[in-house]
């Protein structure tokens, strides 16, 4: 056995389907390493719940990856990342990483004129959490934040092209325009799939930041740094979990995403 | 005291705020009961959890209901009556009521050709339990049944009468034209609130069944039988119960119900 290599699996967490986005970007770019995927189902939508649950939730699920044996975590769920993070860092030992930094620093690098949207849900939006991220990495830029609730369940049903979708994304980011922003996040995994609706709304101009893109960047640096790769010669695997509804989340996966080799998905009490 | 009358509140939950048009119902037709209403907001929403959670967390709720003293119980939530009702009945001595009986007779004494309609969550819907209630009731009529998932997250954002729910319900809905129903049921509490919409959009021929009015049918019959009502000279109270984030269960409560009189939200942990 090569001591240089880790043949651990990245456990990545969600509190549904969402982080599948992340977890595809992943499985794309690291197609050696091992991954769990966690959708805690049973208890979706975190983004309308209170801090104090979403933080107990986060190490219920940290602690369930921690017994597989997983060598890093991502929370790839805007809300846990926003409110849990903290908690499940001074849980555990191993590397812990969220989606907000990255897709801060990702809006920092593309930015422009330092005017910075962000939309998420409204437990994302209210955390304050991207803004305050933001601004701890460079007090200068401006921010504007903004909930947008109706995206996630017309994501979750697939309505990805349609008139009706146009409709709502156009009014509800239409205070957006007059904010003369050049970056806006995309603070929730399921906008990514509304990316080309948000693109034409908004036009070319405003660069979109995906979560699923800067958190790749992110483990990429941490693979030369704090994680230690599996070797290139693993062919990696995925292992899903859910805590409720397997058939449910097998259909919304299908749904959002085609092209995810989702083979079985095995349910477990947290 | 009187023994003729019993002082006790009637307890109303559902998954979240959607049992509110039941209990705003009720209000109106029983302004001498109590009442106590419970949103298990920290586990909303049950339609998209498996039958074994949500019989579960009836469960939980009804006892929690029982320990306060009520005198009936009324699951104002389709998936709980759907799936739920048999586990509280069997747990409790207590007179228990769920929408889906009360619909399903008001549905049978509305048709007049005996060809119903079904619309209500995803959950529902897979649970047959309208179709199979009905079906026992009256074995000649036929049943058409139809998910609308997007519904209740429109209405929880208060876009009642916008023209992207009008898209959507229109979209929906589409089916039903081809079936030749007299009657359609709104499986659903929360879709009475958008029963302009789908009224105009299926025309005057097809009657709608509203869970509110028809459980409020069914208690004012159990009233005079296996309920001993409040005296009249009682001024009814409201008190209102919640698992988790009181502001959010405000907000919404506040968006999609106008003239319900709550001051005061209590959390509670089950």
Redesign the interface.
């Known amino acids: 056995m090569n001591k240089n290599f880790d043949s651990r699996p990245i456990g990545v967490f969600d509190s549904g389907v969402g982080g599948l986005t992340v977890l595809r970007a992943m499985l794309h770019a690291f197609p050696s390493e091992h991954f769990i995927y966690l959708g805690d189902?049973?208890?979706?939508p975190y983004g309308?719940?209170?801090a104090s649950?979403i933080e107990r939730y986060s190490l219920q699920v940290t602690q369930h990856l921690l017994n597989r044996g997983v060598k890093a975590l991502v929370a790839a769920c805007n809300t846990a990342s926003a409110l849990g993070l903290d908690a499940i860092r001074n849980h555990c030992l191993i590397p812990a990483m969220g989606v907000i930094e990255p897709g801060c620093r990702a809006a920092l690098r593309a930015t422009t004129h330092g005017r910075i949207g962000i939309i998420g849900t409204?437990a994302t939006v209210r955390s304050d959490a991207y803004r305050q991220t933001l601004i701890s990495m460079d007090p200068s830029v401006t921010t504007v934040s903004y909930p947008c609730?109706?995206f996630?369940?017309?994501v979750?049903?697939g309505?990805f092209h349609?008139?009706?979708?146009r409709?709502?994304v156009e009014?509800t980011l239409a205070p957006l325009h007059q904010e003369n922003l050049d970056t806006l996040i995309l603070g929730c995994t399921h906008f990514p799939l509304l990316k080309s609706v948000i693109a034409e709304i908004l036009g070319a101009r405003i660069r979109l930041i995906d979560s699923s893109e800067a958190i790749v960047d992110e483990i990429n640096q941490q693979l030369t740094t704090r994680i230690v790769p599996a070797s290139p010669d693993q062919k990696g695997t995925l292992t899903c979990l859910v805590t409720?509804?397997t058939e449910?989340f097998l259909e919304v996966a299908g749904r959002i995403i085609h092209d995810l080799p989702i083979e079985h998905v095995e349910m477990i009490d947290l």
């Open positions: 189902t049973a208890r979706v309308t719940k209170s649950t409204r609730p109706l996630v369940p017309l979750e049903e309505w349609h008139p009706a979708t409709l709502i009014e409720d509804a449910r």
